[in-house]
């Protein structure tokens, strides 16, 4: 196996490891970008063309068929001259003669190396977590062997009520499971909700069926040829013939120890998404930007774009992203943005309405929006983060932000003071 | 073929409010309301409403109606049949009268209640129970123009008509508000000025919007009128425009009442020192009135409600005589009166100081009034005027009241007083449209329902002497009964069954018109002797008639005077020589302005009808008082604020209107906000109780009180379709909108103690929106109930009160959309703000209807457009399937919204 050779002769070899979200956008931005300058080849564990991974709940739900996720076409990545080698292991990195090598033998030359190989789920230090039956959830093949749980199995336990627990939950219940949520803390989606948008999400999800289980810290997965009960601490037990651990997320790291780079919860990378050794660079789950390792596709597709512009030649700078969390759950609109906890120094202001099960607070600092949480109606989230972000001052829009833009803007507008009139001469 | 449409026909009948009298239509819906529209074919209005009129079909619910009698029973009012009710009112009159003497019992009537109402309590009184004690709120309106009718024409005589309005070359309006108080009239002065070029003079000590249309505005100083006009009189007794011969021939006392005009204001500049006025004004009103003959000054309530009144009266009624200027076409004295019947009050005799049909307490018209009754016990003199007759009630000289069709507790000077003076009666009882004012509310004991105008039916008198039919046009709710009815059961009750055996309004209106012309031969002005025989249909048909209507006269006359002949003894008119004007009471350090008192123009007296209007409530919804900027600014007063009004009577926090218009150190505010309507406005409350000497007519307009500013924390509003009840301690104004009322308000209380009465106020069954900025300090709930909205409460800082208009236009929404629901408590309008959907891109919050829309309008055809056009899609591109699916769907039809 060599190295990829792009349109231009003299391009230089780009070797991106990983075949994910992150991997797929940085080469659709560098496509825009500097077409040509580099030859570009993505190595991809699955054996298959990147696909949407945020849709995985949609699949396990029959809401998205697996075409459907898919990225790009082949096509598509022909024709835009990159070399996919799916289904290869890159097992190390010779930073020093700029080599990556695979698990086939072959190796890679690059100038420039991006490492997008994601992260992987936590297993719990718990008995029987190598029990048939207990997987975790990641990618299609977990899925598929969900599907094949749901075809001969009833009953299945998700172990974390984050979004991604509660995707594969939902994923669980509409292929017809009796699903549990096992949760640790005690609330769901602690991290991206306050409390009462938690407890509304909590009704929302016991209404589509899925039982939720708090306080729930997992002690031992039972059963004696498969998984068949997930035991807690407390005592209580919760049948499950399936057991779907989503209990958090651990950085993809160890190929860049054989590149020798810095290494903290990620591959520690600057406002460049550069490692800590030239022209290597990280991007997505795997990388720690300012001691945060971002679990979310847009963090990603940020870092994908400056990283894509910083390779082009151009004056680009990573300076984190405002987390915005979206719950791809049908019928369930959540969302969450900035820091949403009111910490002392900052002003809440609240919308709820019980009949439309709708809640907003938008979390005020020093006039400025620095946190959202919305329940039920997200429509503006993105608006709102991008309040977060650009740090405007709300001013005389303090009234009207959580009514949504367009009041909010149109208010605005009407308020503006007139034009002043020219002095007359 | 189609069957026949079987809508009613339009009923024609008289609107129940000013005294302007309009013909109106009202075309009964079928379902208890009703179409109002002008009859133009009455002489009134010729088709004209105003807003108070155009808006009668909004006060015809049921909802605060009495419709049953109640009596108190254990000190609380319950539900009774009409034979107790009557029972107890009839003994209870009995019991009293034979205990304590007839001057032991009153009634108190209104200006509300038709002539055949009016008729027969003035008989029950003055002929069969034998007290004079019968007075009205027309005391408060009118008795200072009907003492200046007698003292100068020996009988309460409007000498004029309308149409005089219309041919007149100089209009004077004194101390009236008519583009509000008399619209139609107003518009009928103004279309003169238009196609005839009149000049219209307005003397008022408020620029009003009377005075807008103005070709000279007099900002005359409180109470100084008669200066002004004395001035007058003074003048023109030096010019063409004095006739002499009409003088001589058919006056007496002009020489006396011109020394008196000269020792008061020798002259223009005189005048305008005493009224405030700048001489040149002045003297171009004064030369206006000499140069031009037709003349007719239109005076109302900134003449009648004053200590000086009668002689304000007087003294424009001289310049009239003394220039001949008096019932020919064009020209005259004109009262313009308050209420829809004063005048028919005024020609039964329904006021303490008259007897019957325009006779006085002489013997010879005792004797004659009691043969025709065949009275049991006439009264042999006046009886107690209005201010003196709660004060006797006070003293507990009075023992049993019966009240009907007005509120004095709102209405009467110091009306404190008098709430507290009803609380001590033996009897009060209480004939009443409402089931609740503060009239009802100050212990009455029995609550009769009387009919309310589309239910009633009889005559009502306007300020042109034209009588017109009330007709119903409903049929009566609940257990209401007409008030001749009730007082009729009374009076057989007490005894009198043959005198009062009235079966229907018709036979009340015929004693009454024969009444009129008994022993009459021209010696009586008011003589409708010609209606004494109609038929009952001819009554049913009866068209607008002006007196006189002689018998046996082929055209009466519709002006008086001209003619000199009067009805004093002597046959001529009477000059008075007025005293020298002040207003009562004097302003003091501690009482350092003098407050006006009037009307608004889409409010009527006491609210208890207009306030049902949410058109009428959204002119002036909140009470308020007017304030010269330079008085404001040196008390602390700013627009928009509060001002607690303090008299030594009592004490008002009203809204604060800082205006131009507004004369330095007068104050002016409305007297239509009752407790009912408003926790601290009880205007009535605050004013004097001094009266003019001939009239026994309240200064409502010149007492002296102090002002200062009164803040509030936090100020809001709320909505809802039931009756709320506020607490104690806040600030708040009642008014109605559609569908249901609204309560403006101002508190200290905080947000939070407003958020748990909301949520007690709109009950557990309701969905609940809330929106909480609690550093702002501003709570905001809303109440919904199948989609639609059922109340909301808006409180927040008082420098920012939120505004009502967007959500009240929610609250008549029967079915709230999306957008709509979602924005109710931003407070602002929602209306144009696109529909966007369900949610499809969450990322980027892209609507259903927004893709929809793009793909409509061809901005983009496929999903790679969409994301260009709209985002949607580029992020965690989770949405693209269902892209996919909306962009193959071959409809592309928006939801609704």
Redesign the interface.
Known sequence: MTGGIGPGTMSEPLVIIGNGMAAARLVEELNKRSLGRYAIAVIGEEPRLAY?R??LS?VLAR??SRG?IE?KTAAWWRKHGVTLLYGHRAVSIDADIRRVRLANGATLPFAKLVLATGSRAIRLNVPGMDLPGVITFRDLGDVASMEQAAKTHKRAAVIGGGLLGLEAAYGLAKAGMDVSVIHLMDRLMERQLDARASAMLKDTVEAKGIAVHLNGETAAIKGDRRAGQVLLKDGRSIDADLVVVAAGIRANSDLAVTAGLDINRGIAVDDHLQSTKADIYAIGECAEHRGVCYGL??PA?EQARVLAAHLAGEKAAYAGSVL?T?L?VSGV?V?SAGDFTGAPGT??????????ATYKKLVLKDGRLAGAVLFG???????YSELIRTGAAIGAM???L???R??AE??LAEAAPPQPKPLAA | MNAPAQHPAAVRTTCPYCGVGCGVLAKPDGRGGAVIAGDPEHPSNFGRLCSKGAALGETLGLETRLLHPMLRQNGALRRAGWDDALDRVGDGFSRIVKEHGPDSVAFYLSGQLLTEDYYVANKLMKGFIGSGNVDTNSRLCMASSVAGHRRAFGADTVPGTYADLDEADLIVLVGSNAAWCHPVLYQRMIANKRERGAKLVVIDPRRTATAEEADLFLPVAPGMDTALFCGLLVHLAGTQAFDSAYVDSYTTGFAEALIRAREIAPDAKAAAQLAGLAPSDVARFFDLFTSTPKVVTCFSQGVNQSAQGTDKVSSIINCHLATARIGRAGMGPFSLTGQPNAMGGREVGGLANQLAAHMSFSAVEIDRVGRFWNAAAMAQREGLKAVDMFDAVSRGEIKALWVMATNPAVSLPRAGFVRDALGKLELLVVSENVTSNDTVRANAHVLLPAAAWGEKDGTVTNSERRISRQRPFLSLPGEARPDWWIVTQVARRMGFADAFAYRSAADVFREHAALSEFENDGARDFDIGALAQIGDNAFDAMPPVQWPARAGVAKNETRFFADGRFYTADGKARMIAPEMPRPQADLSAEFPFRLNTGRVRDQWHTMTRTGLSPRLGAHLPEPFVEVHPDDAAENGLRSGGFARLTSPYGSCVLKVIVSEGQRRGSLFAPIHWSDEYASAARVGGLVTPAVDPYSGQPEAKATPVSVAPVEFKYRGFALSRHRLTMPAGCWWARAAVAGGEGVLLASDDAPDDWRARARSAFGADC??????????S?YRM?A?DGGRLVGCLFIGPAA?APQWDAVKALFEVEHLGATQ???V??G?S?D???E?GP?VC????V?LNTIRAALRDSTATTVEDIGKALRAGT????C??EL?KIVSEKSCVAQPA
């Open positions: 949407n945020v849709l949609s809401e998205v459907d990225l596709v847009e597709y915005a979206n791809k609109n969302f002003e809440s202001i609240v919308l709820s309405d019980r009949g439309l109606d997200t429509l503006d989230g993105l608006w303090r009234s009207d959580i009514f949504g367009a009041l149109r208010s | 969905e609940i929106a809330e929106y909480i900025d609690a550093p702002a501003i809303a919904f920012h629901r979602r924005g408590l931003s602002k929602t144009g703000l696109a966007p949610v969450a990322c980027f919050g609507g992020n965690c591109g989770s693209l399937p996919k």
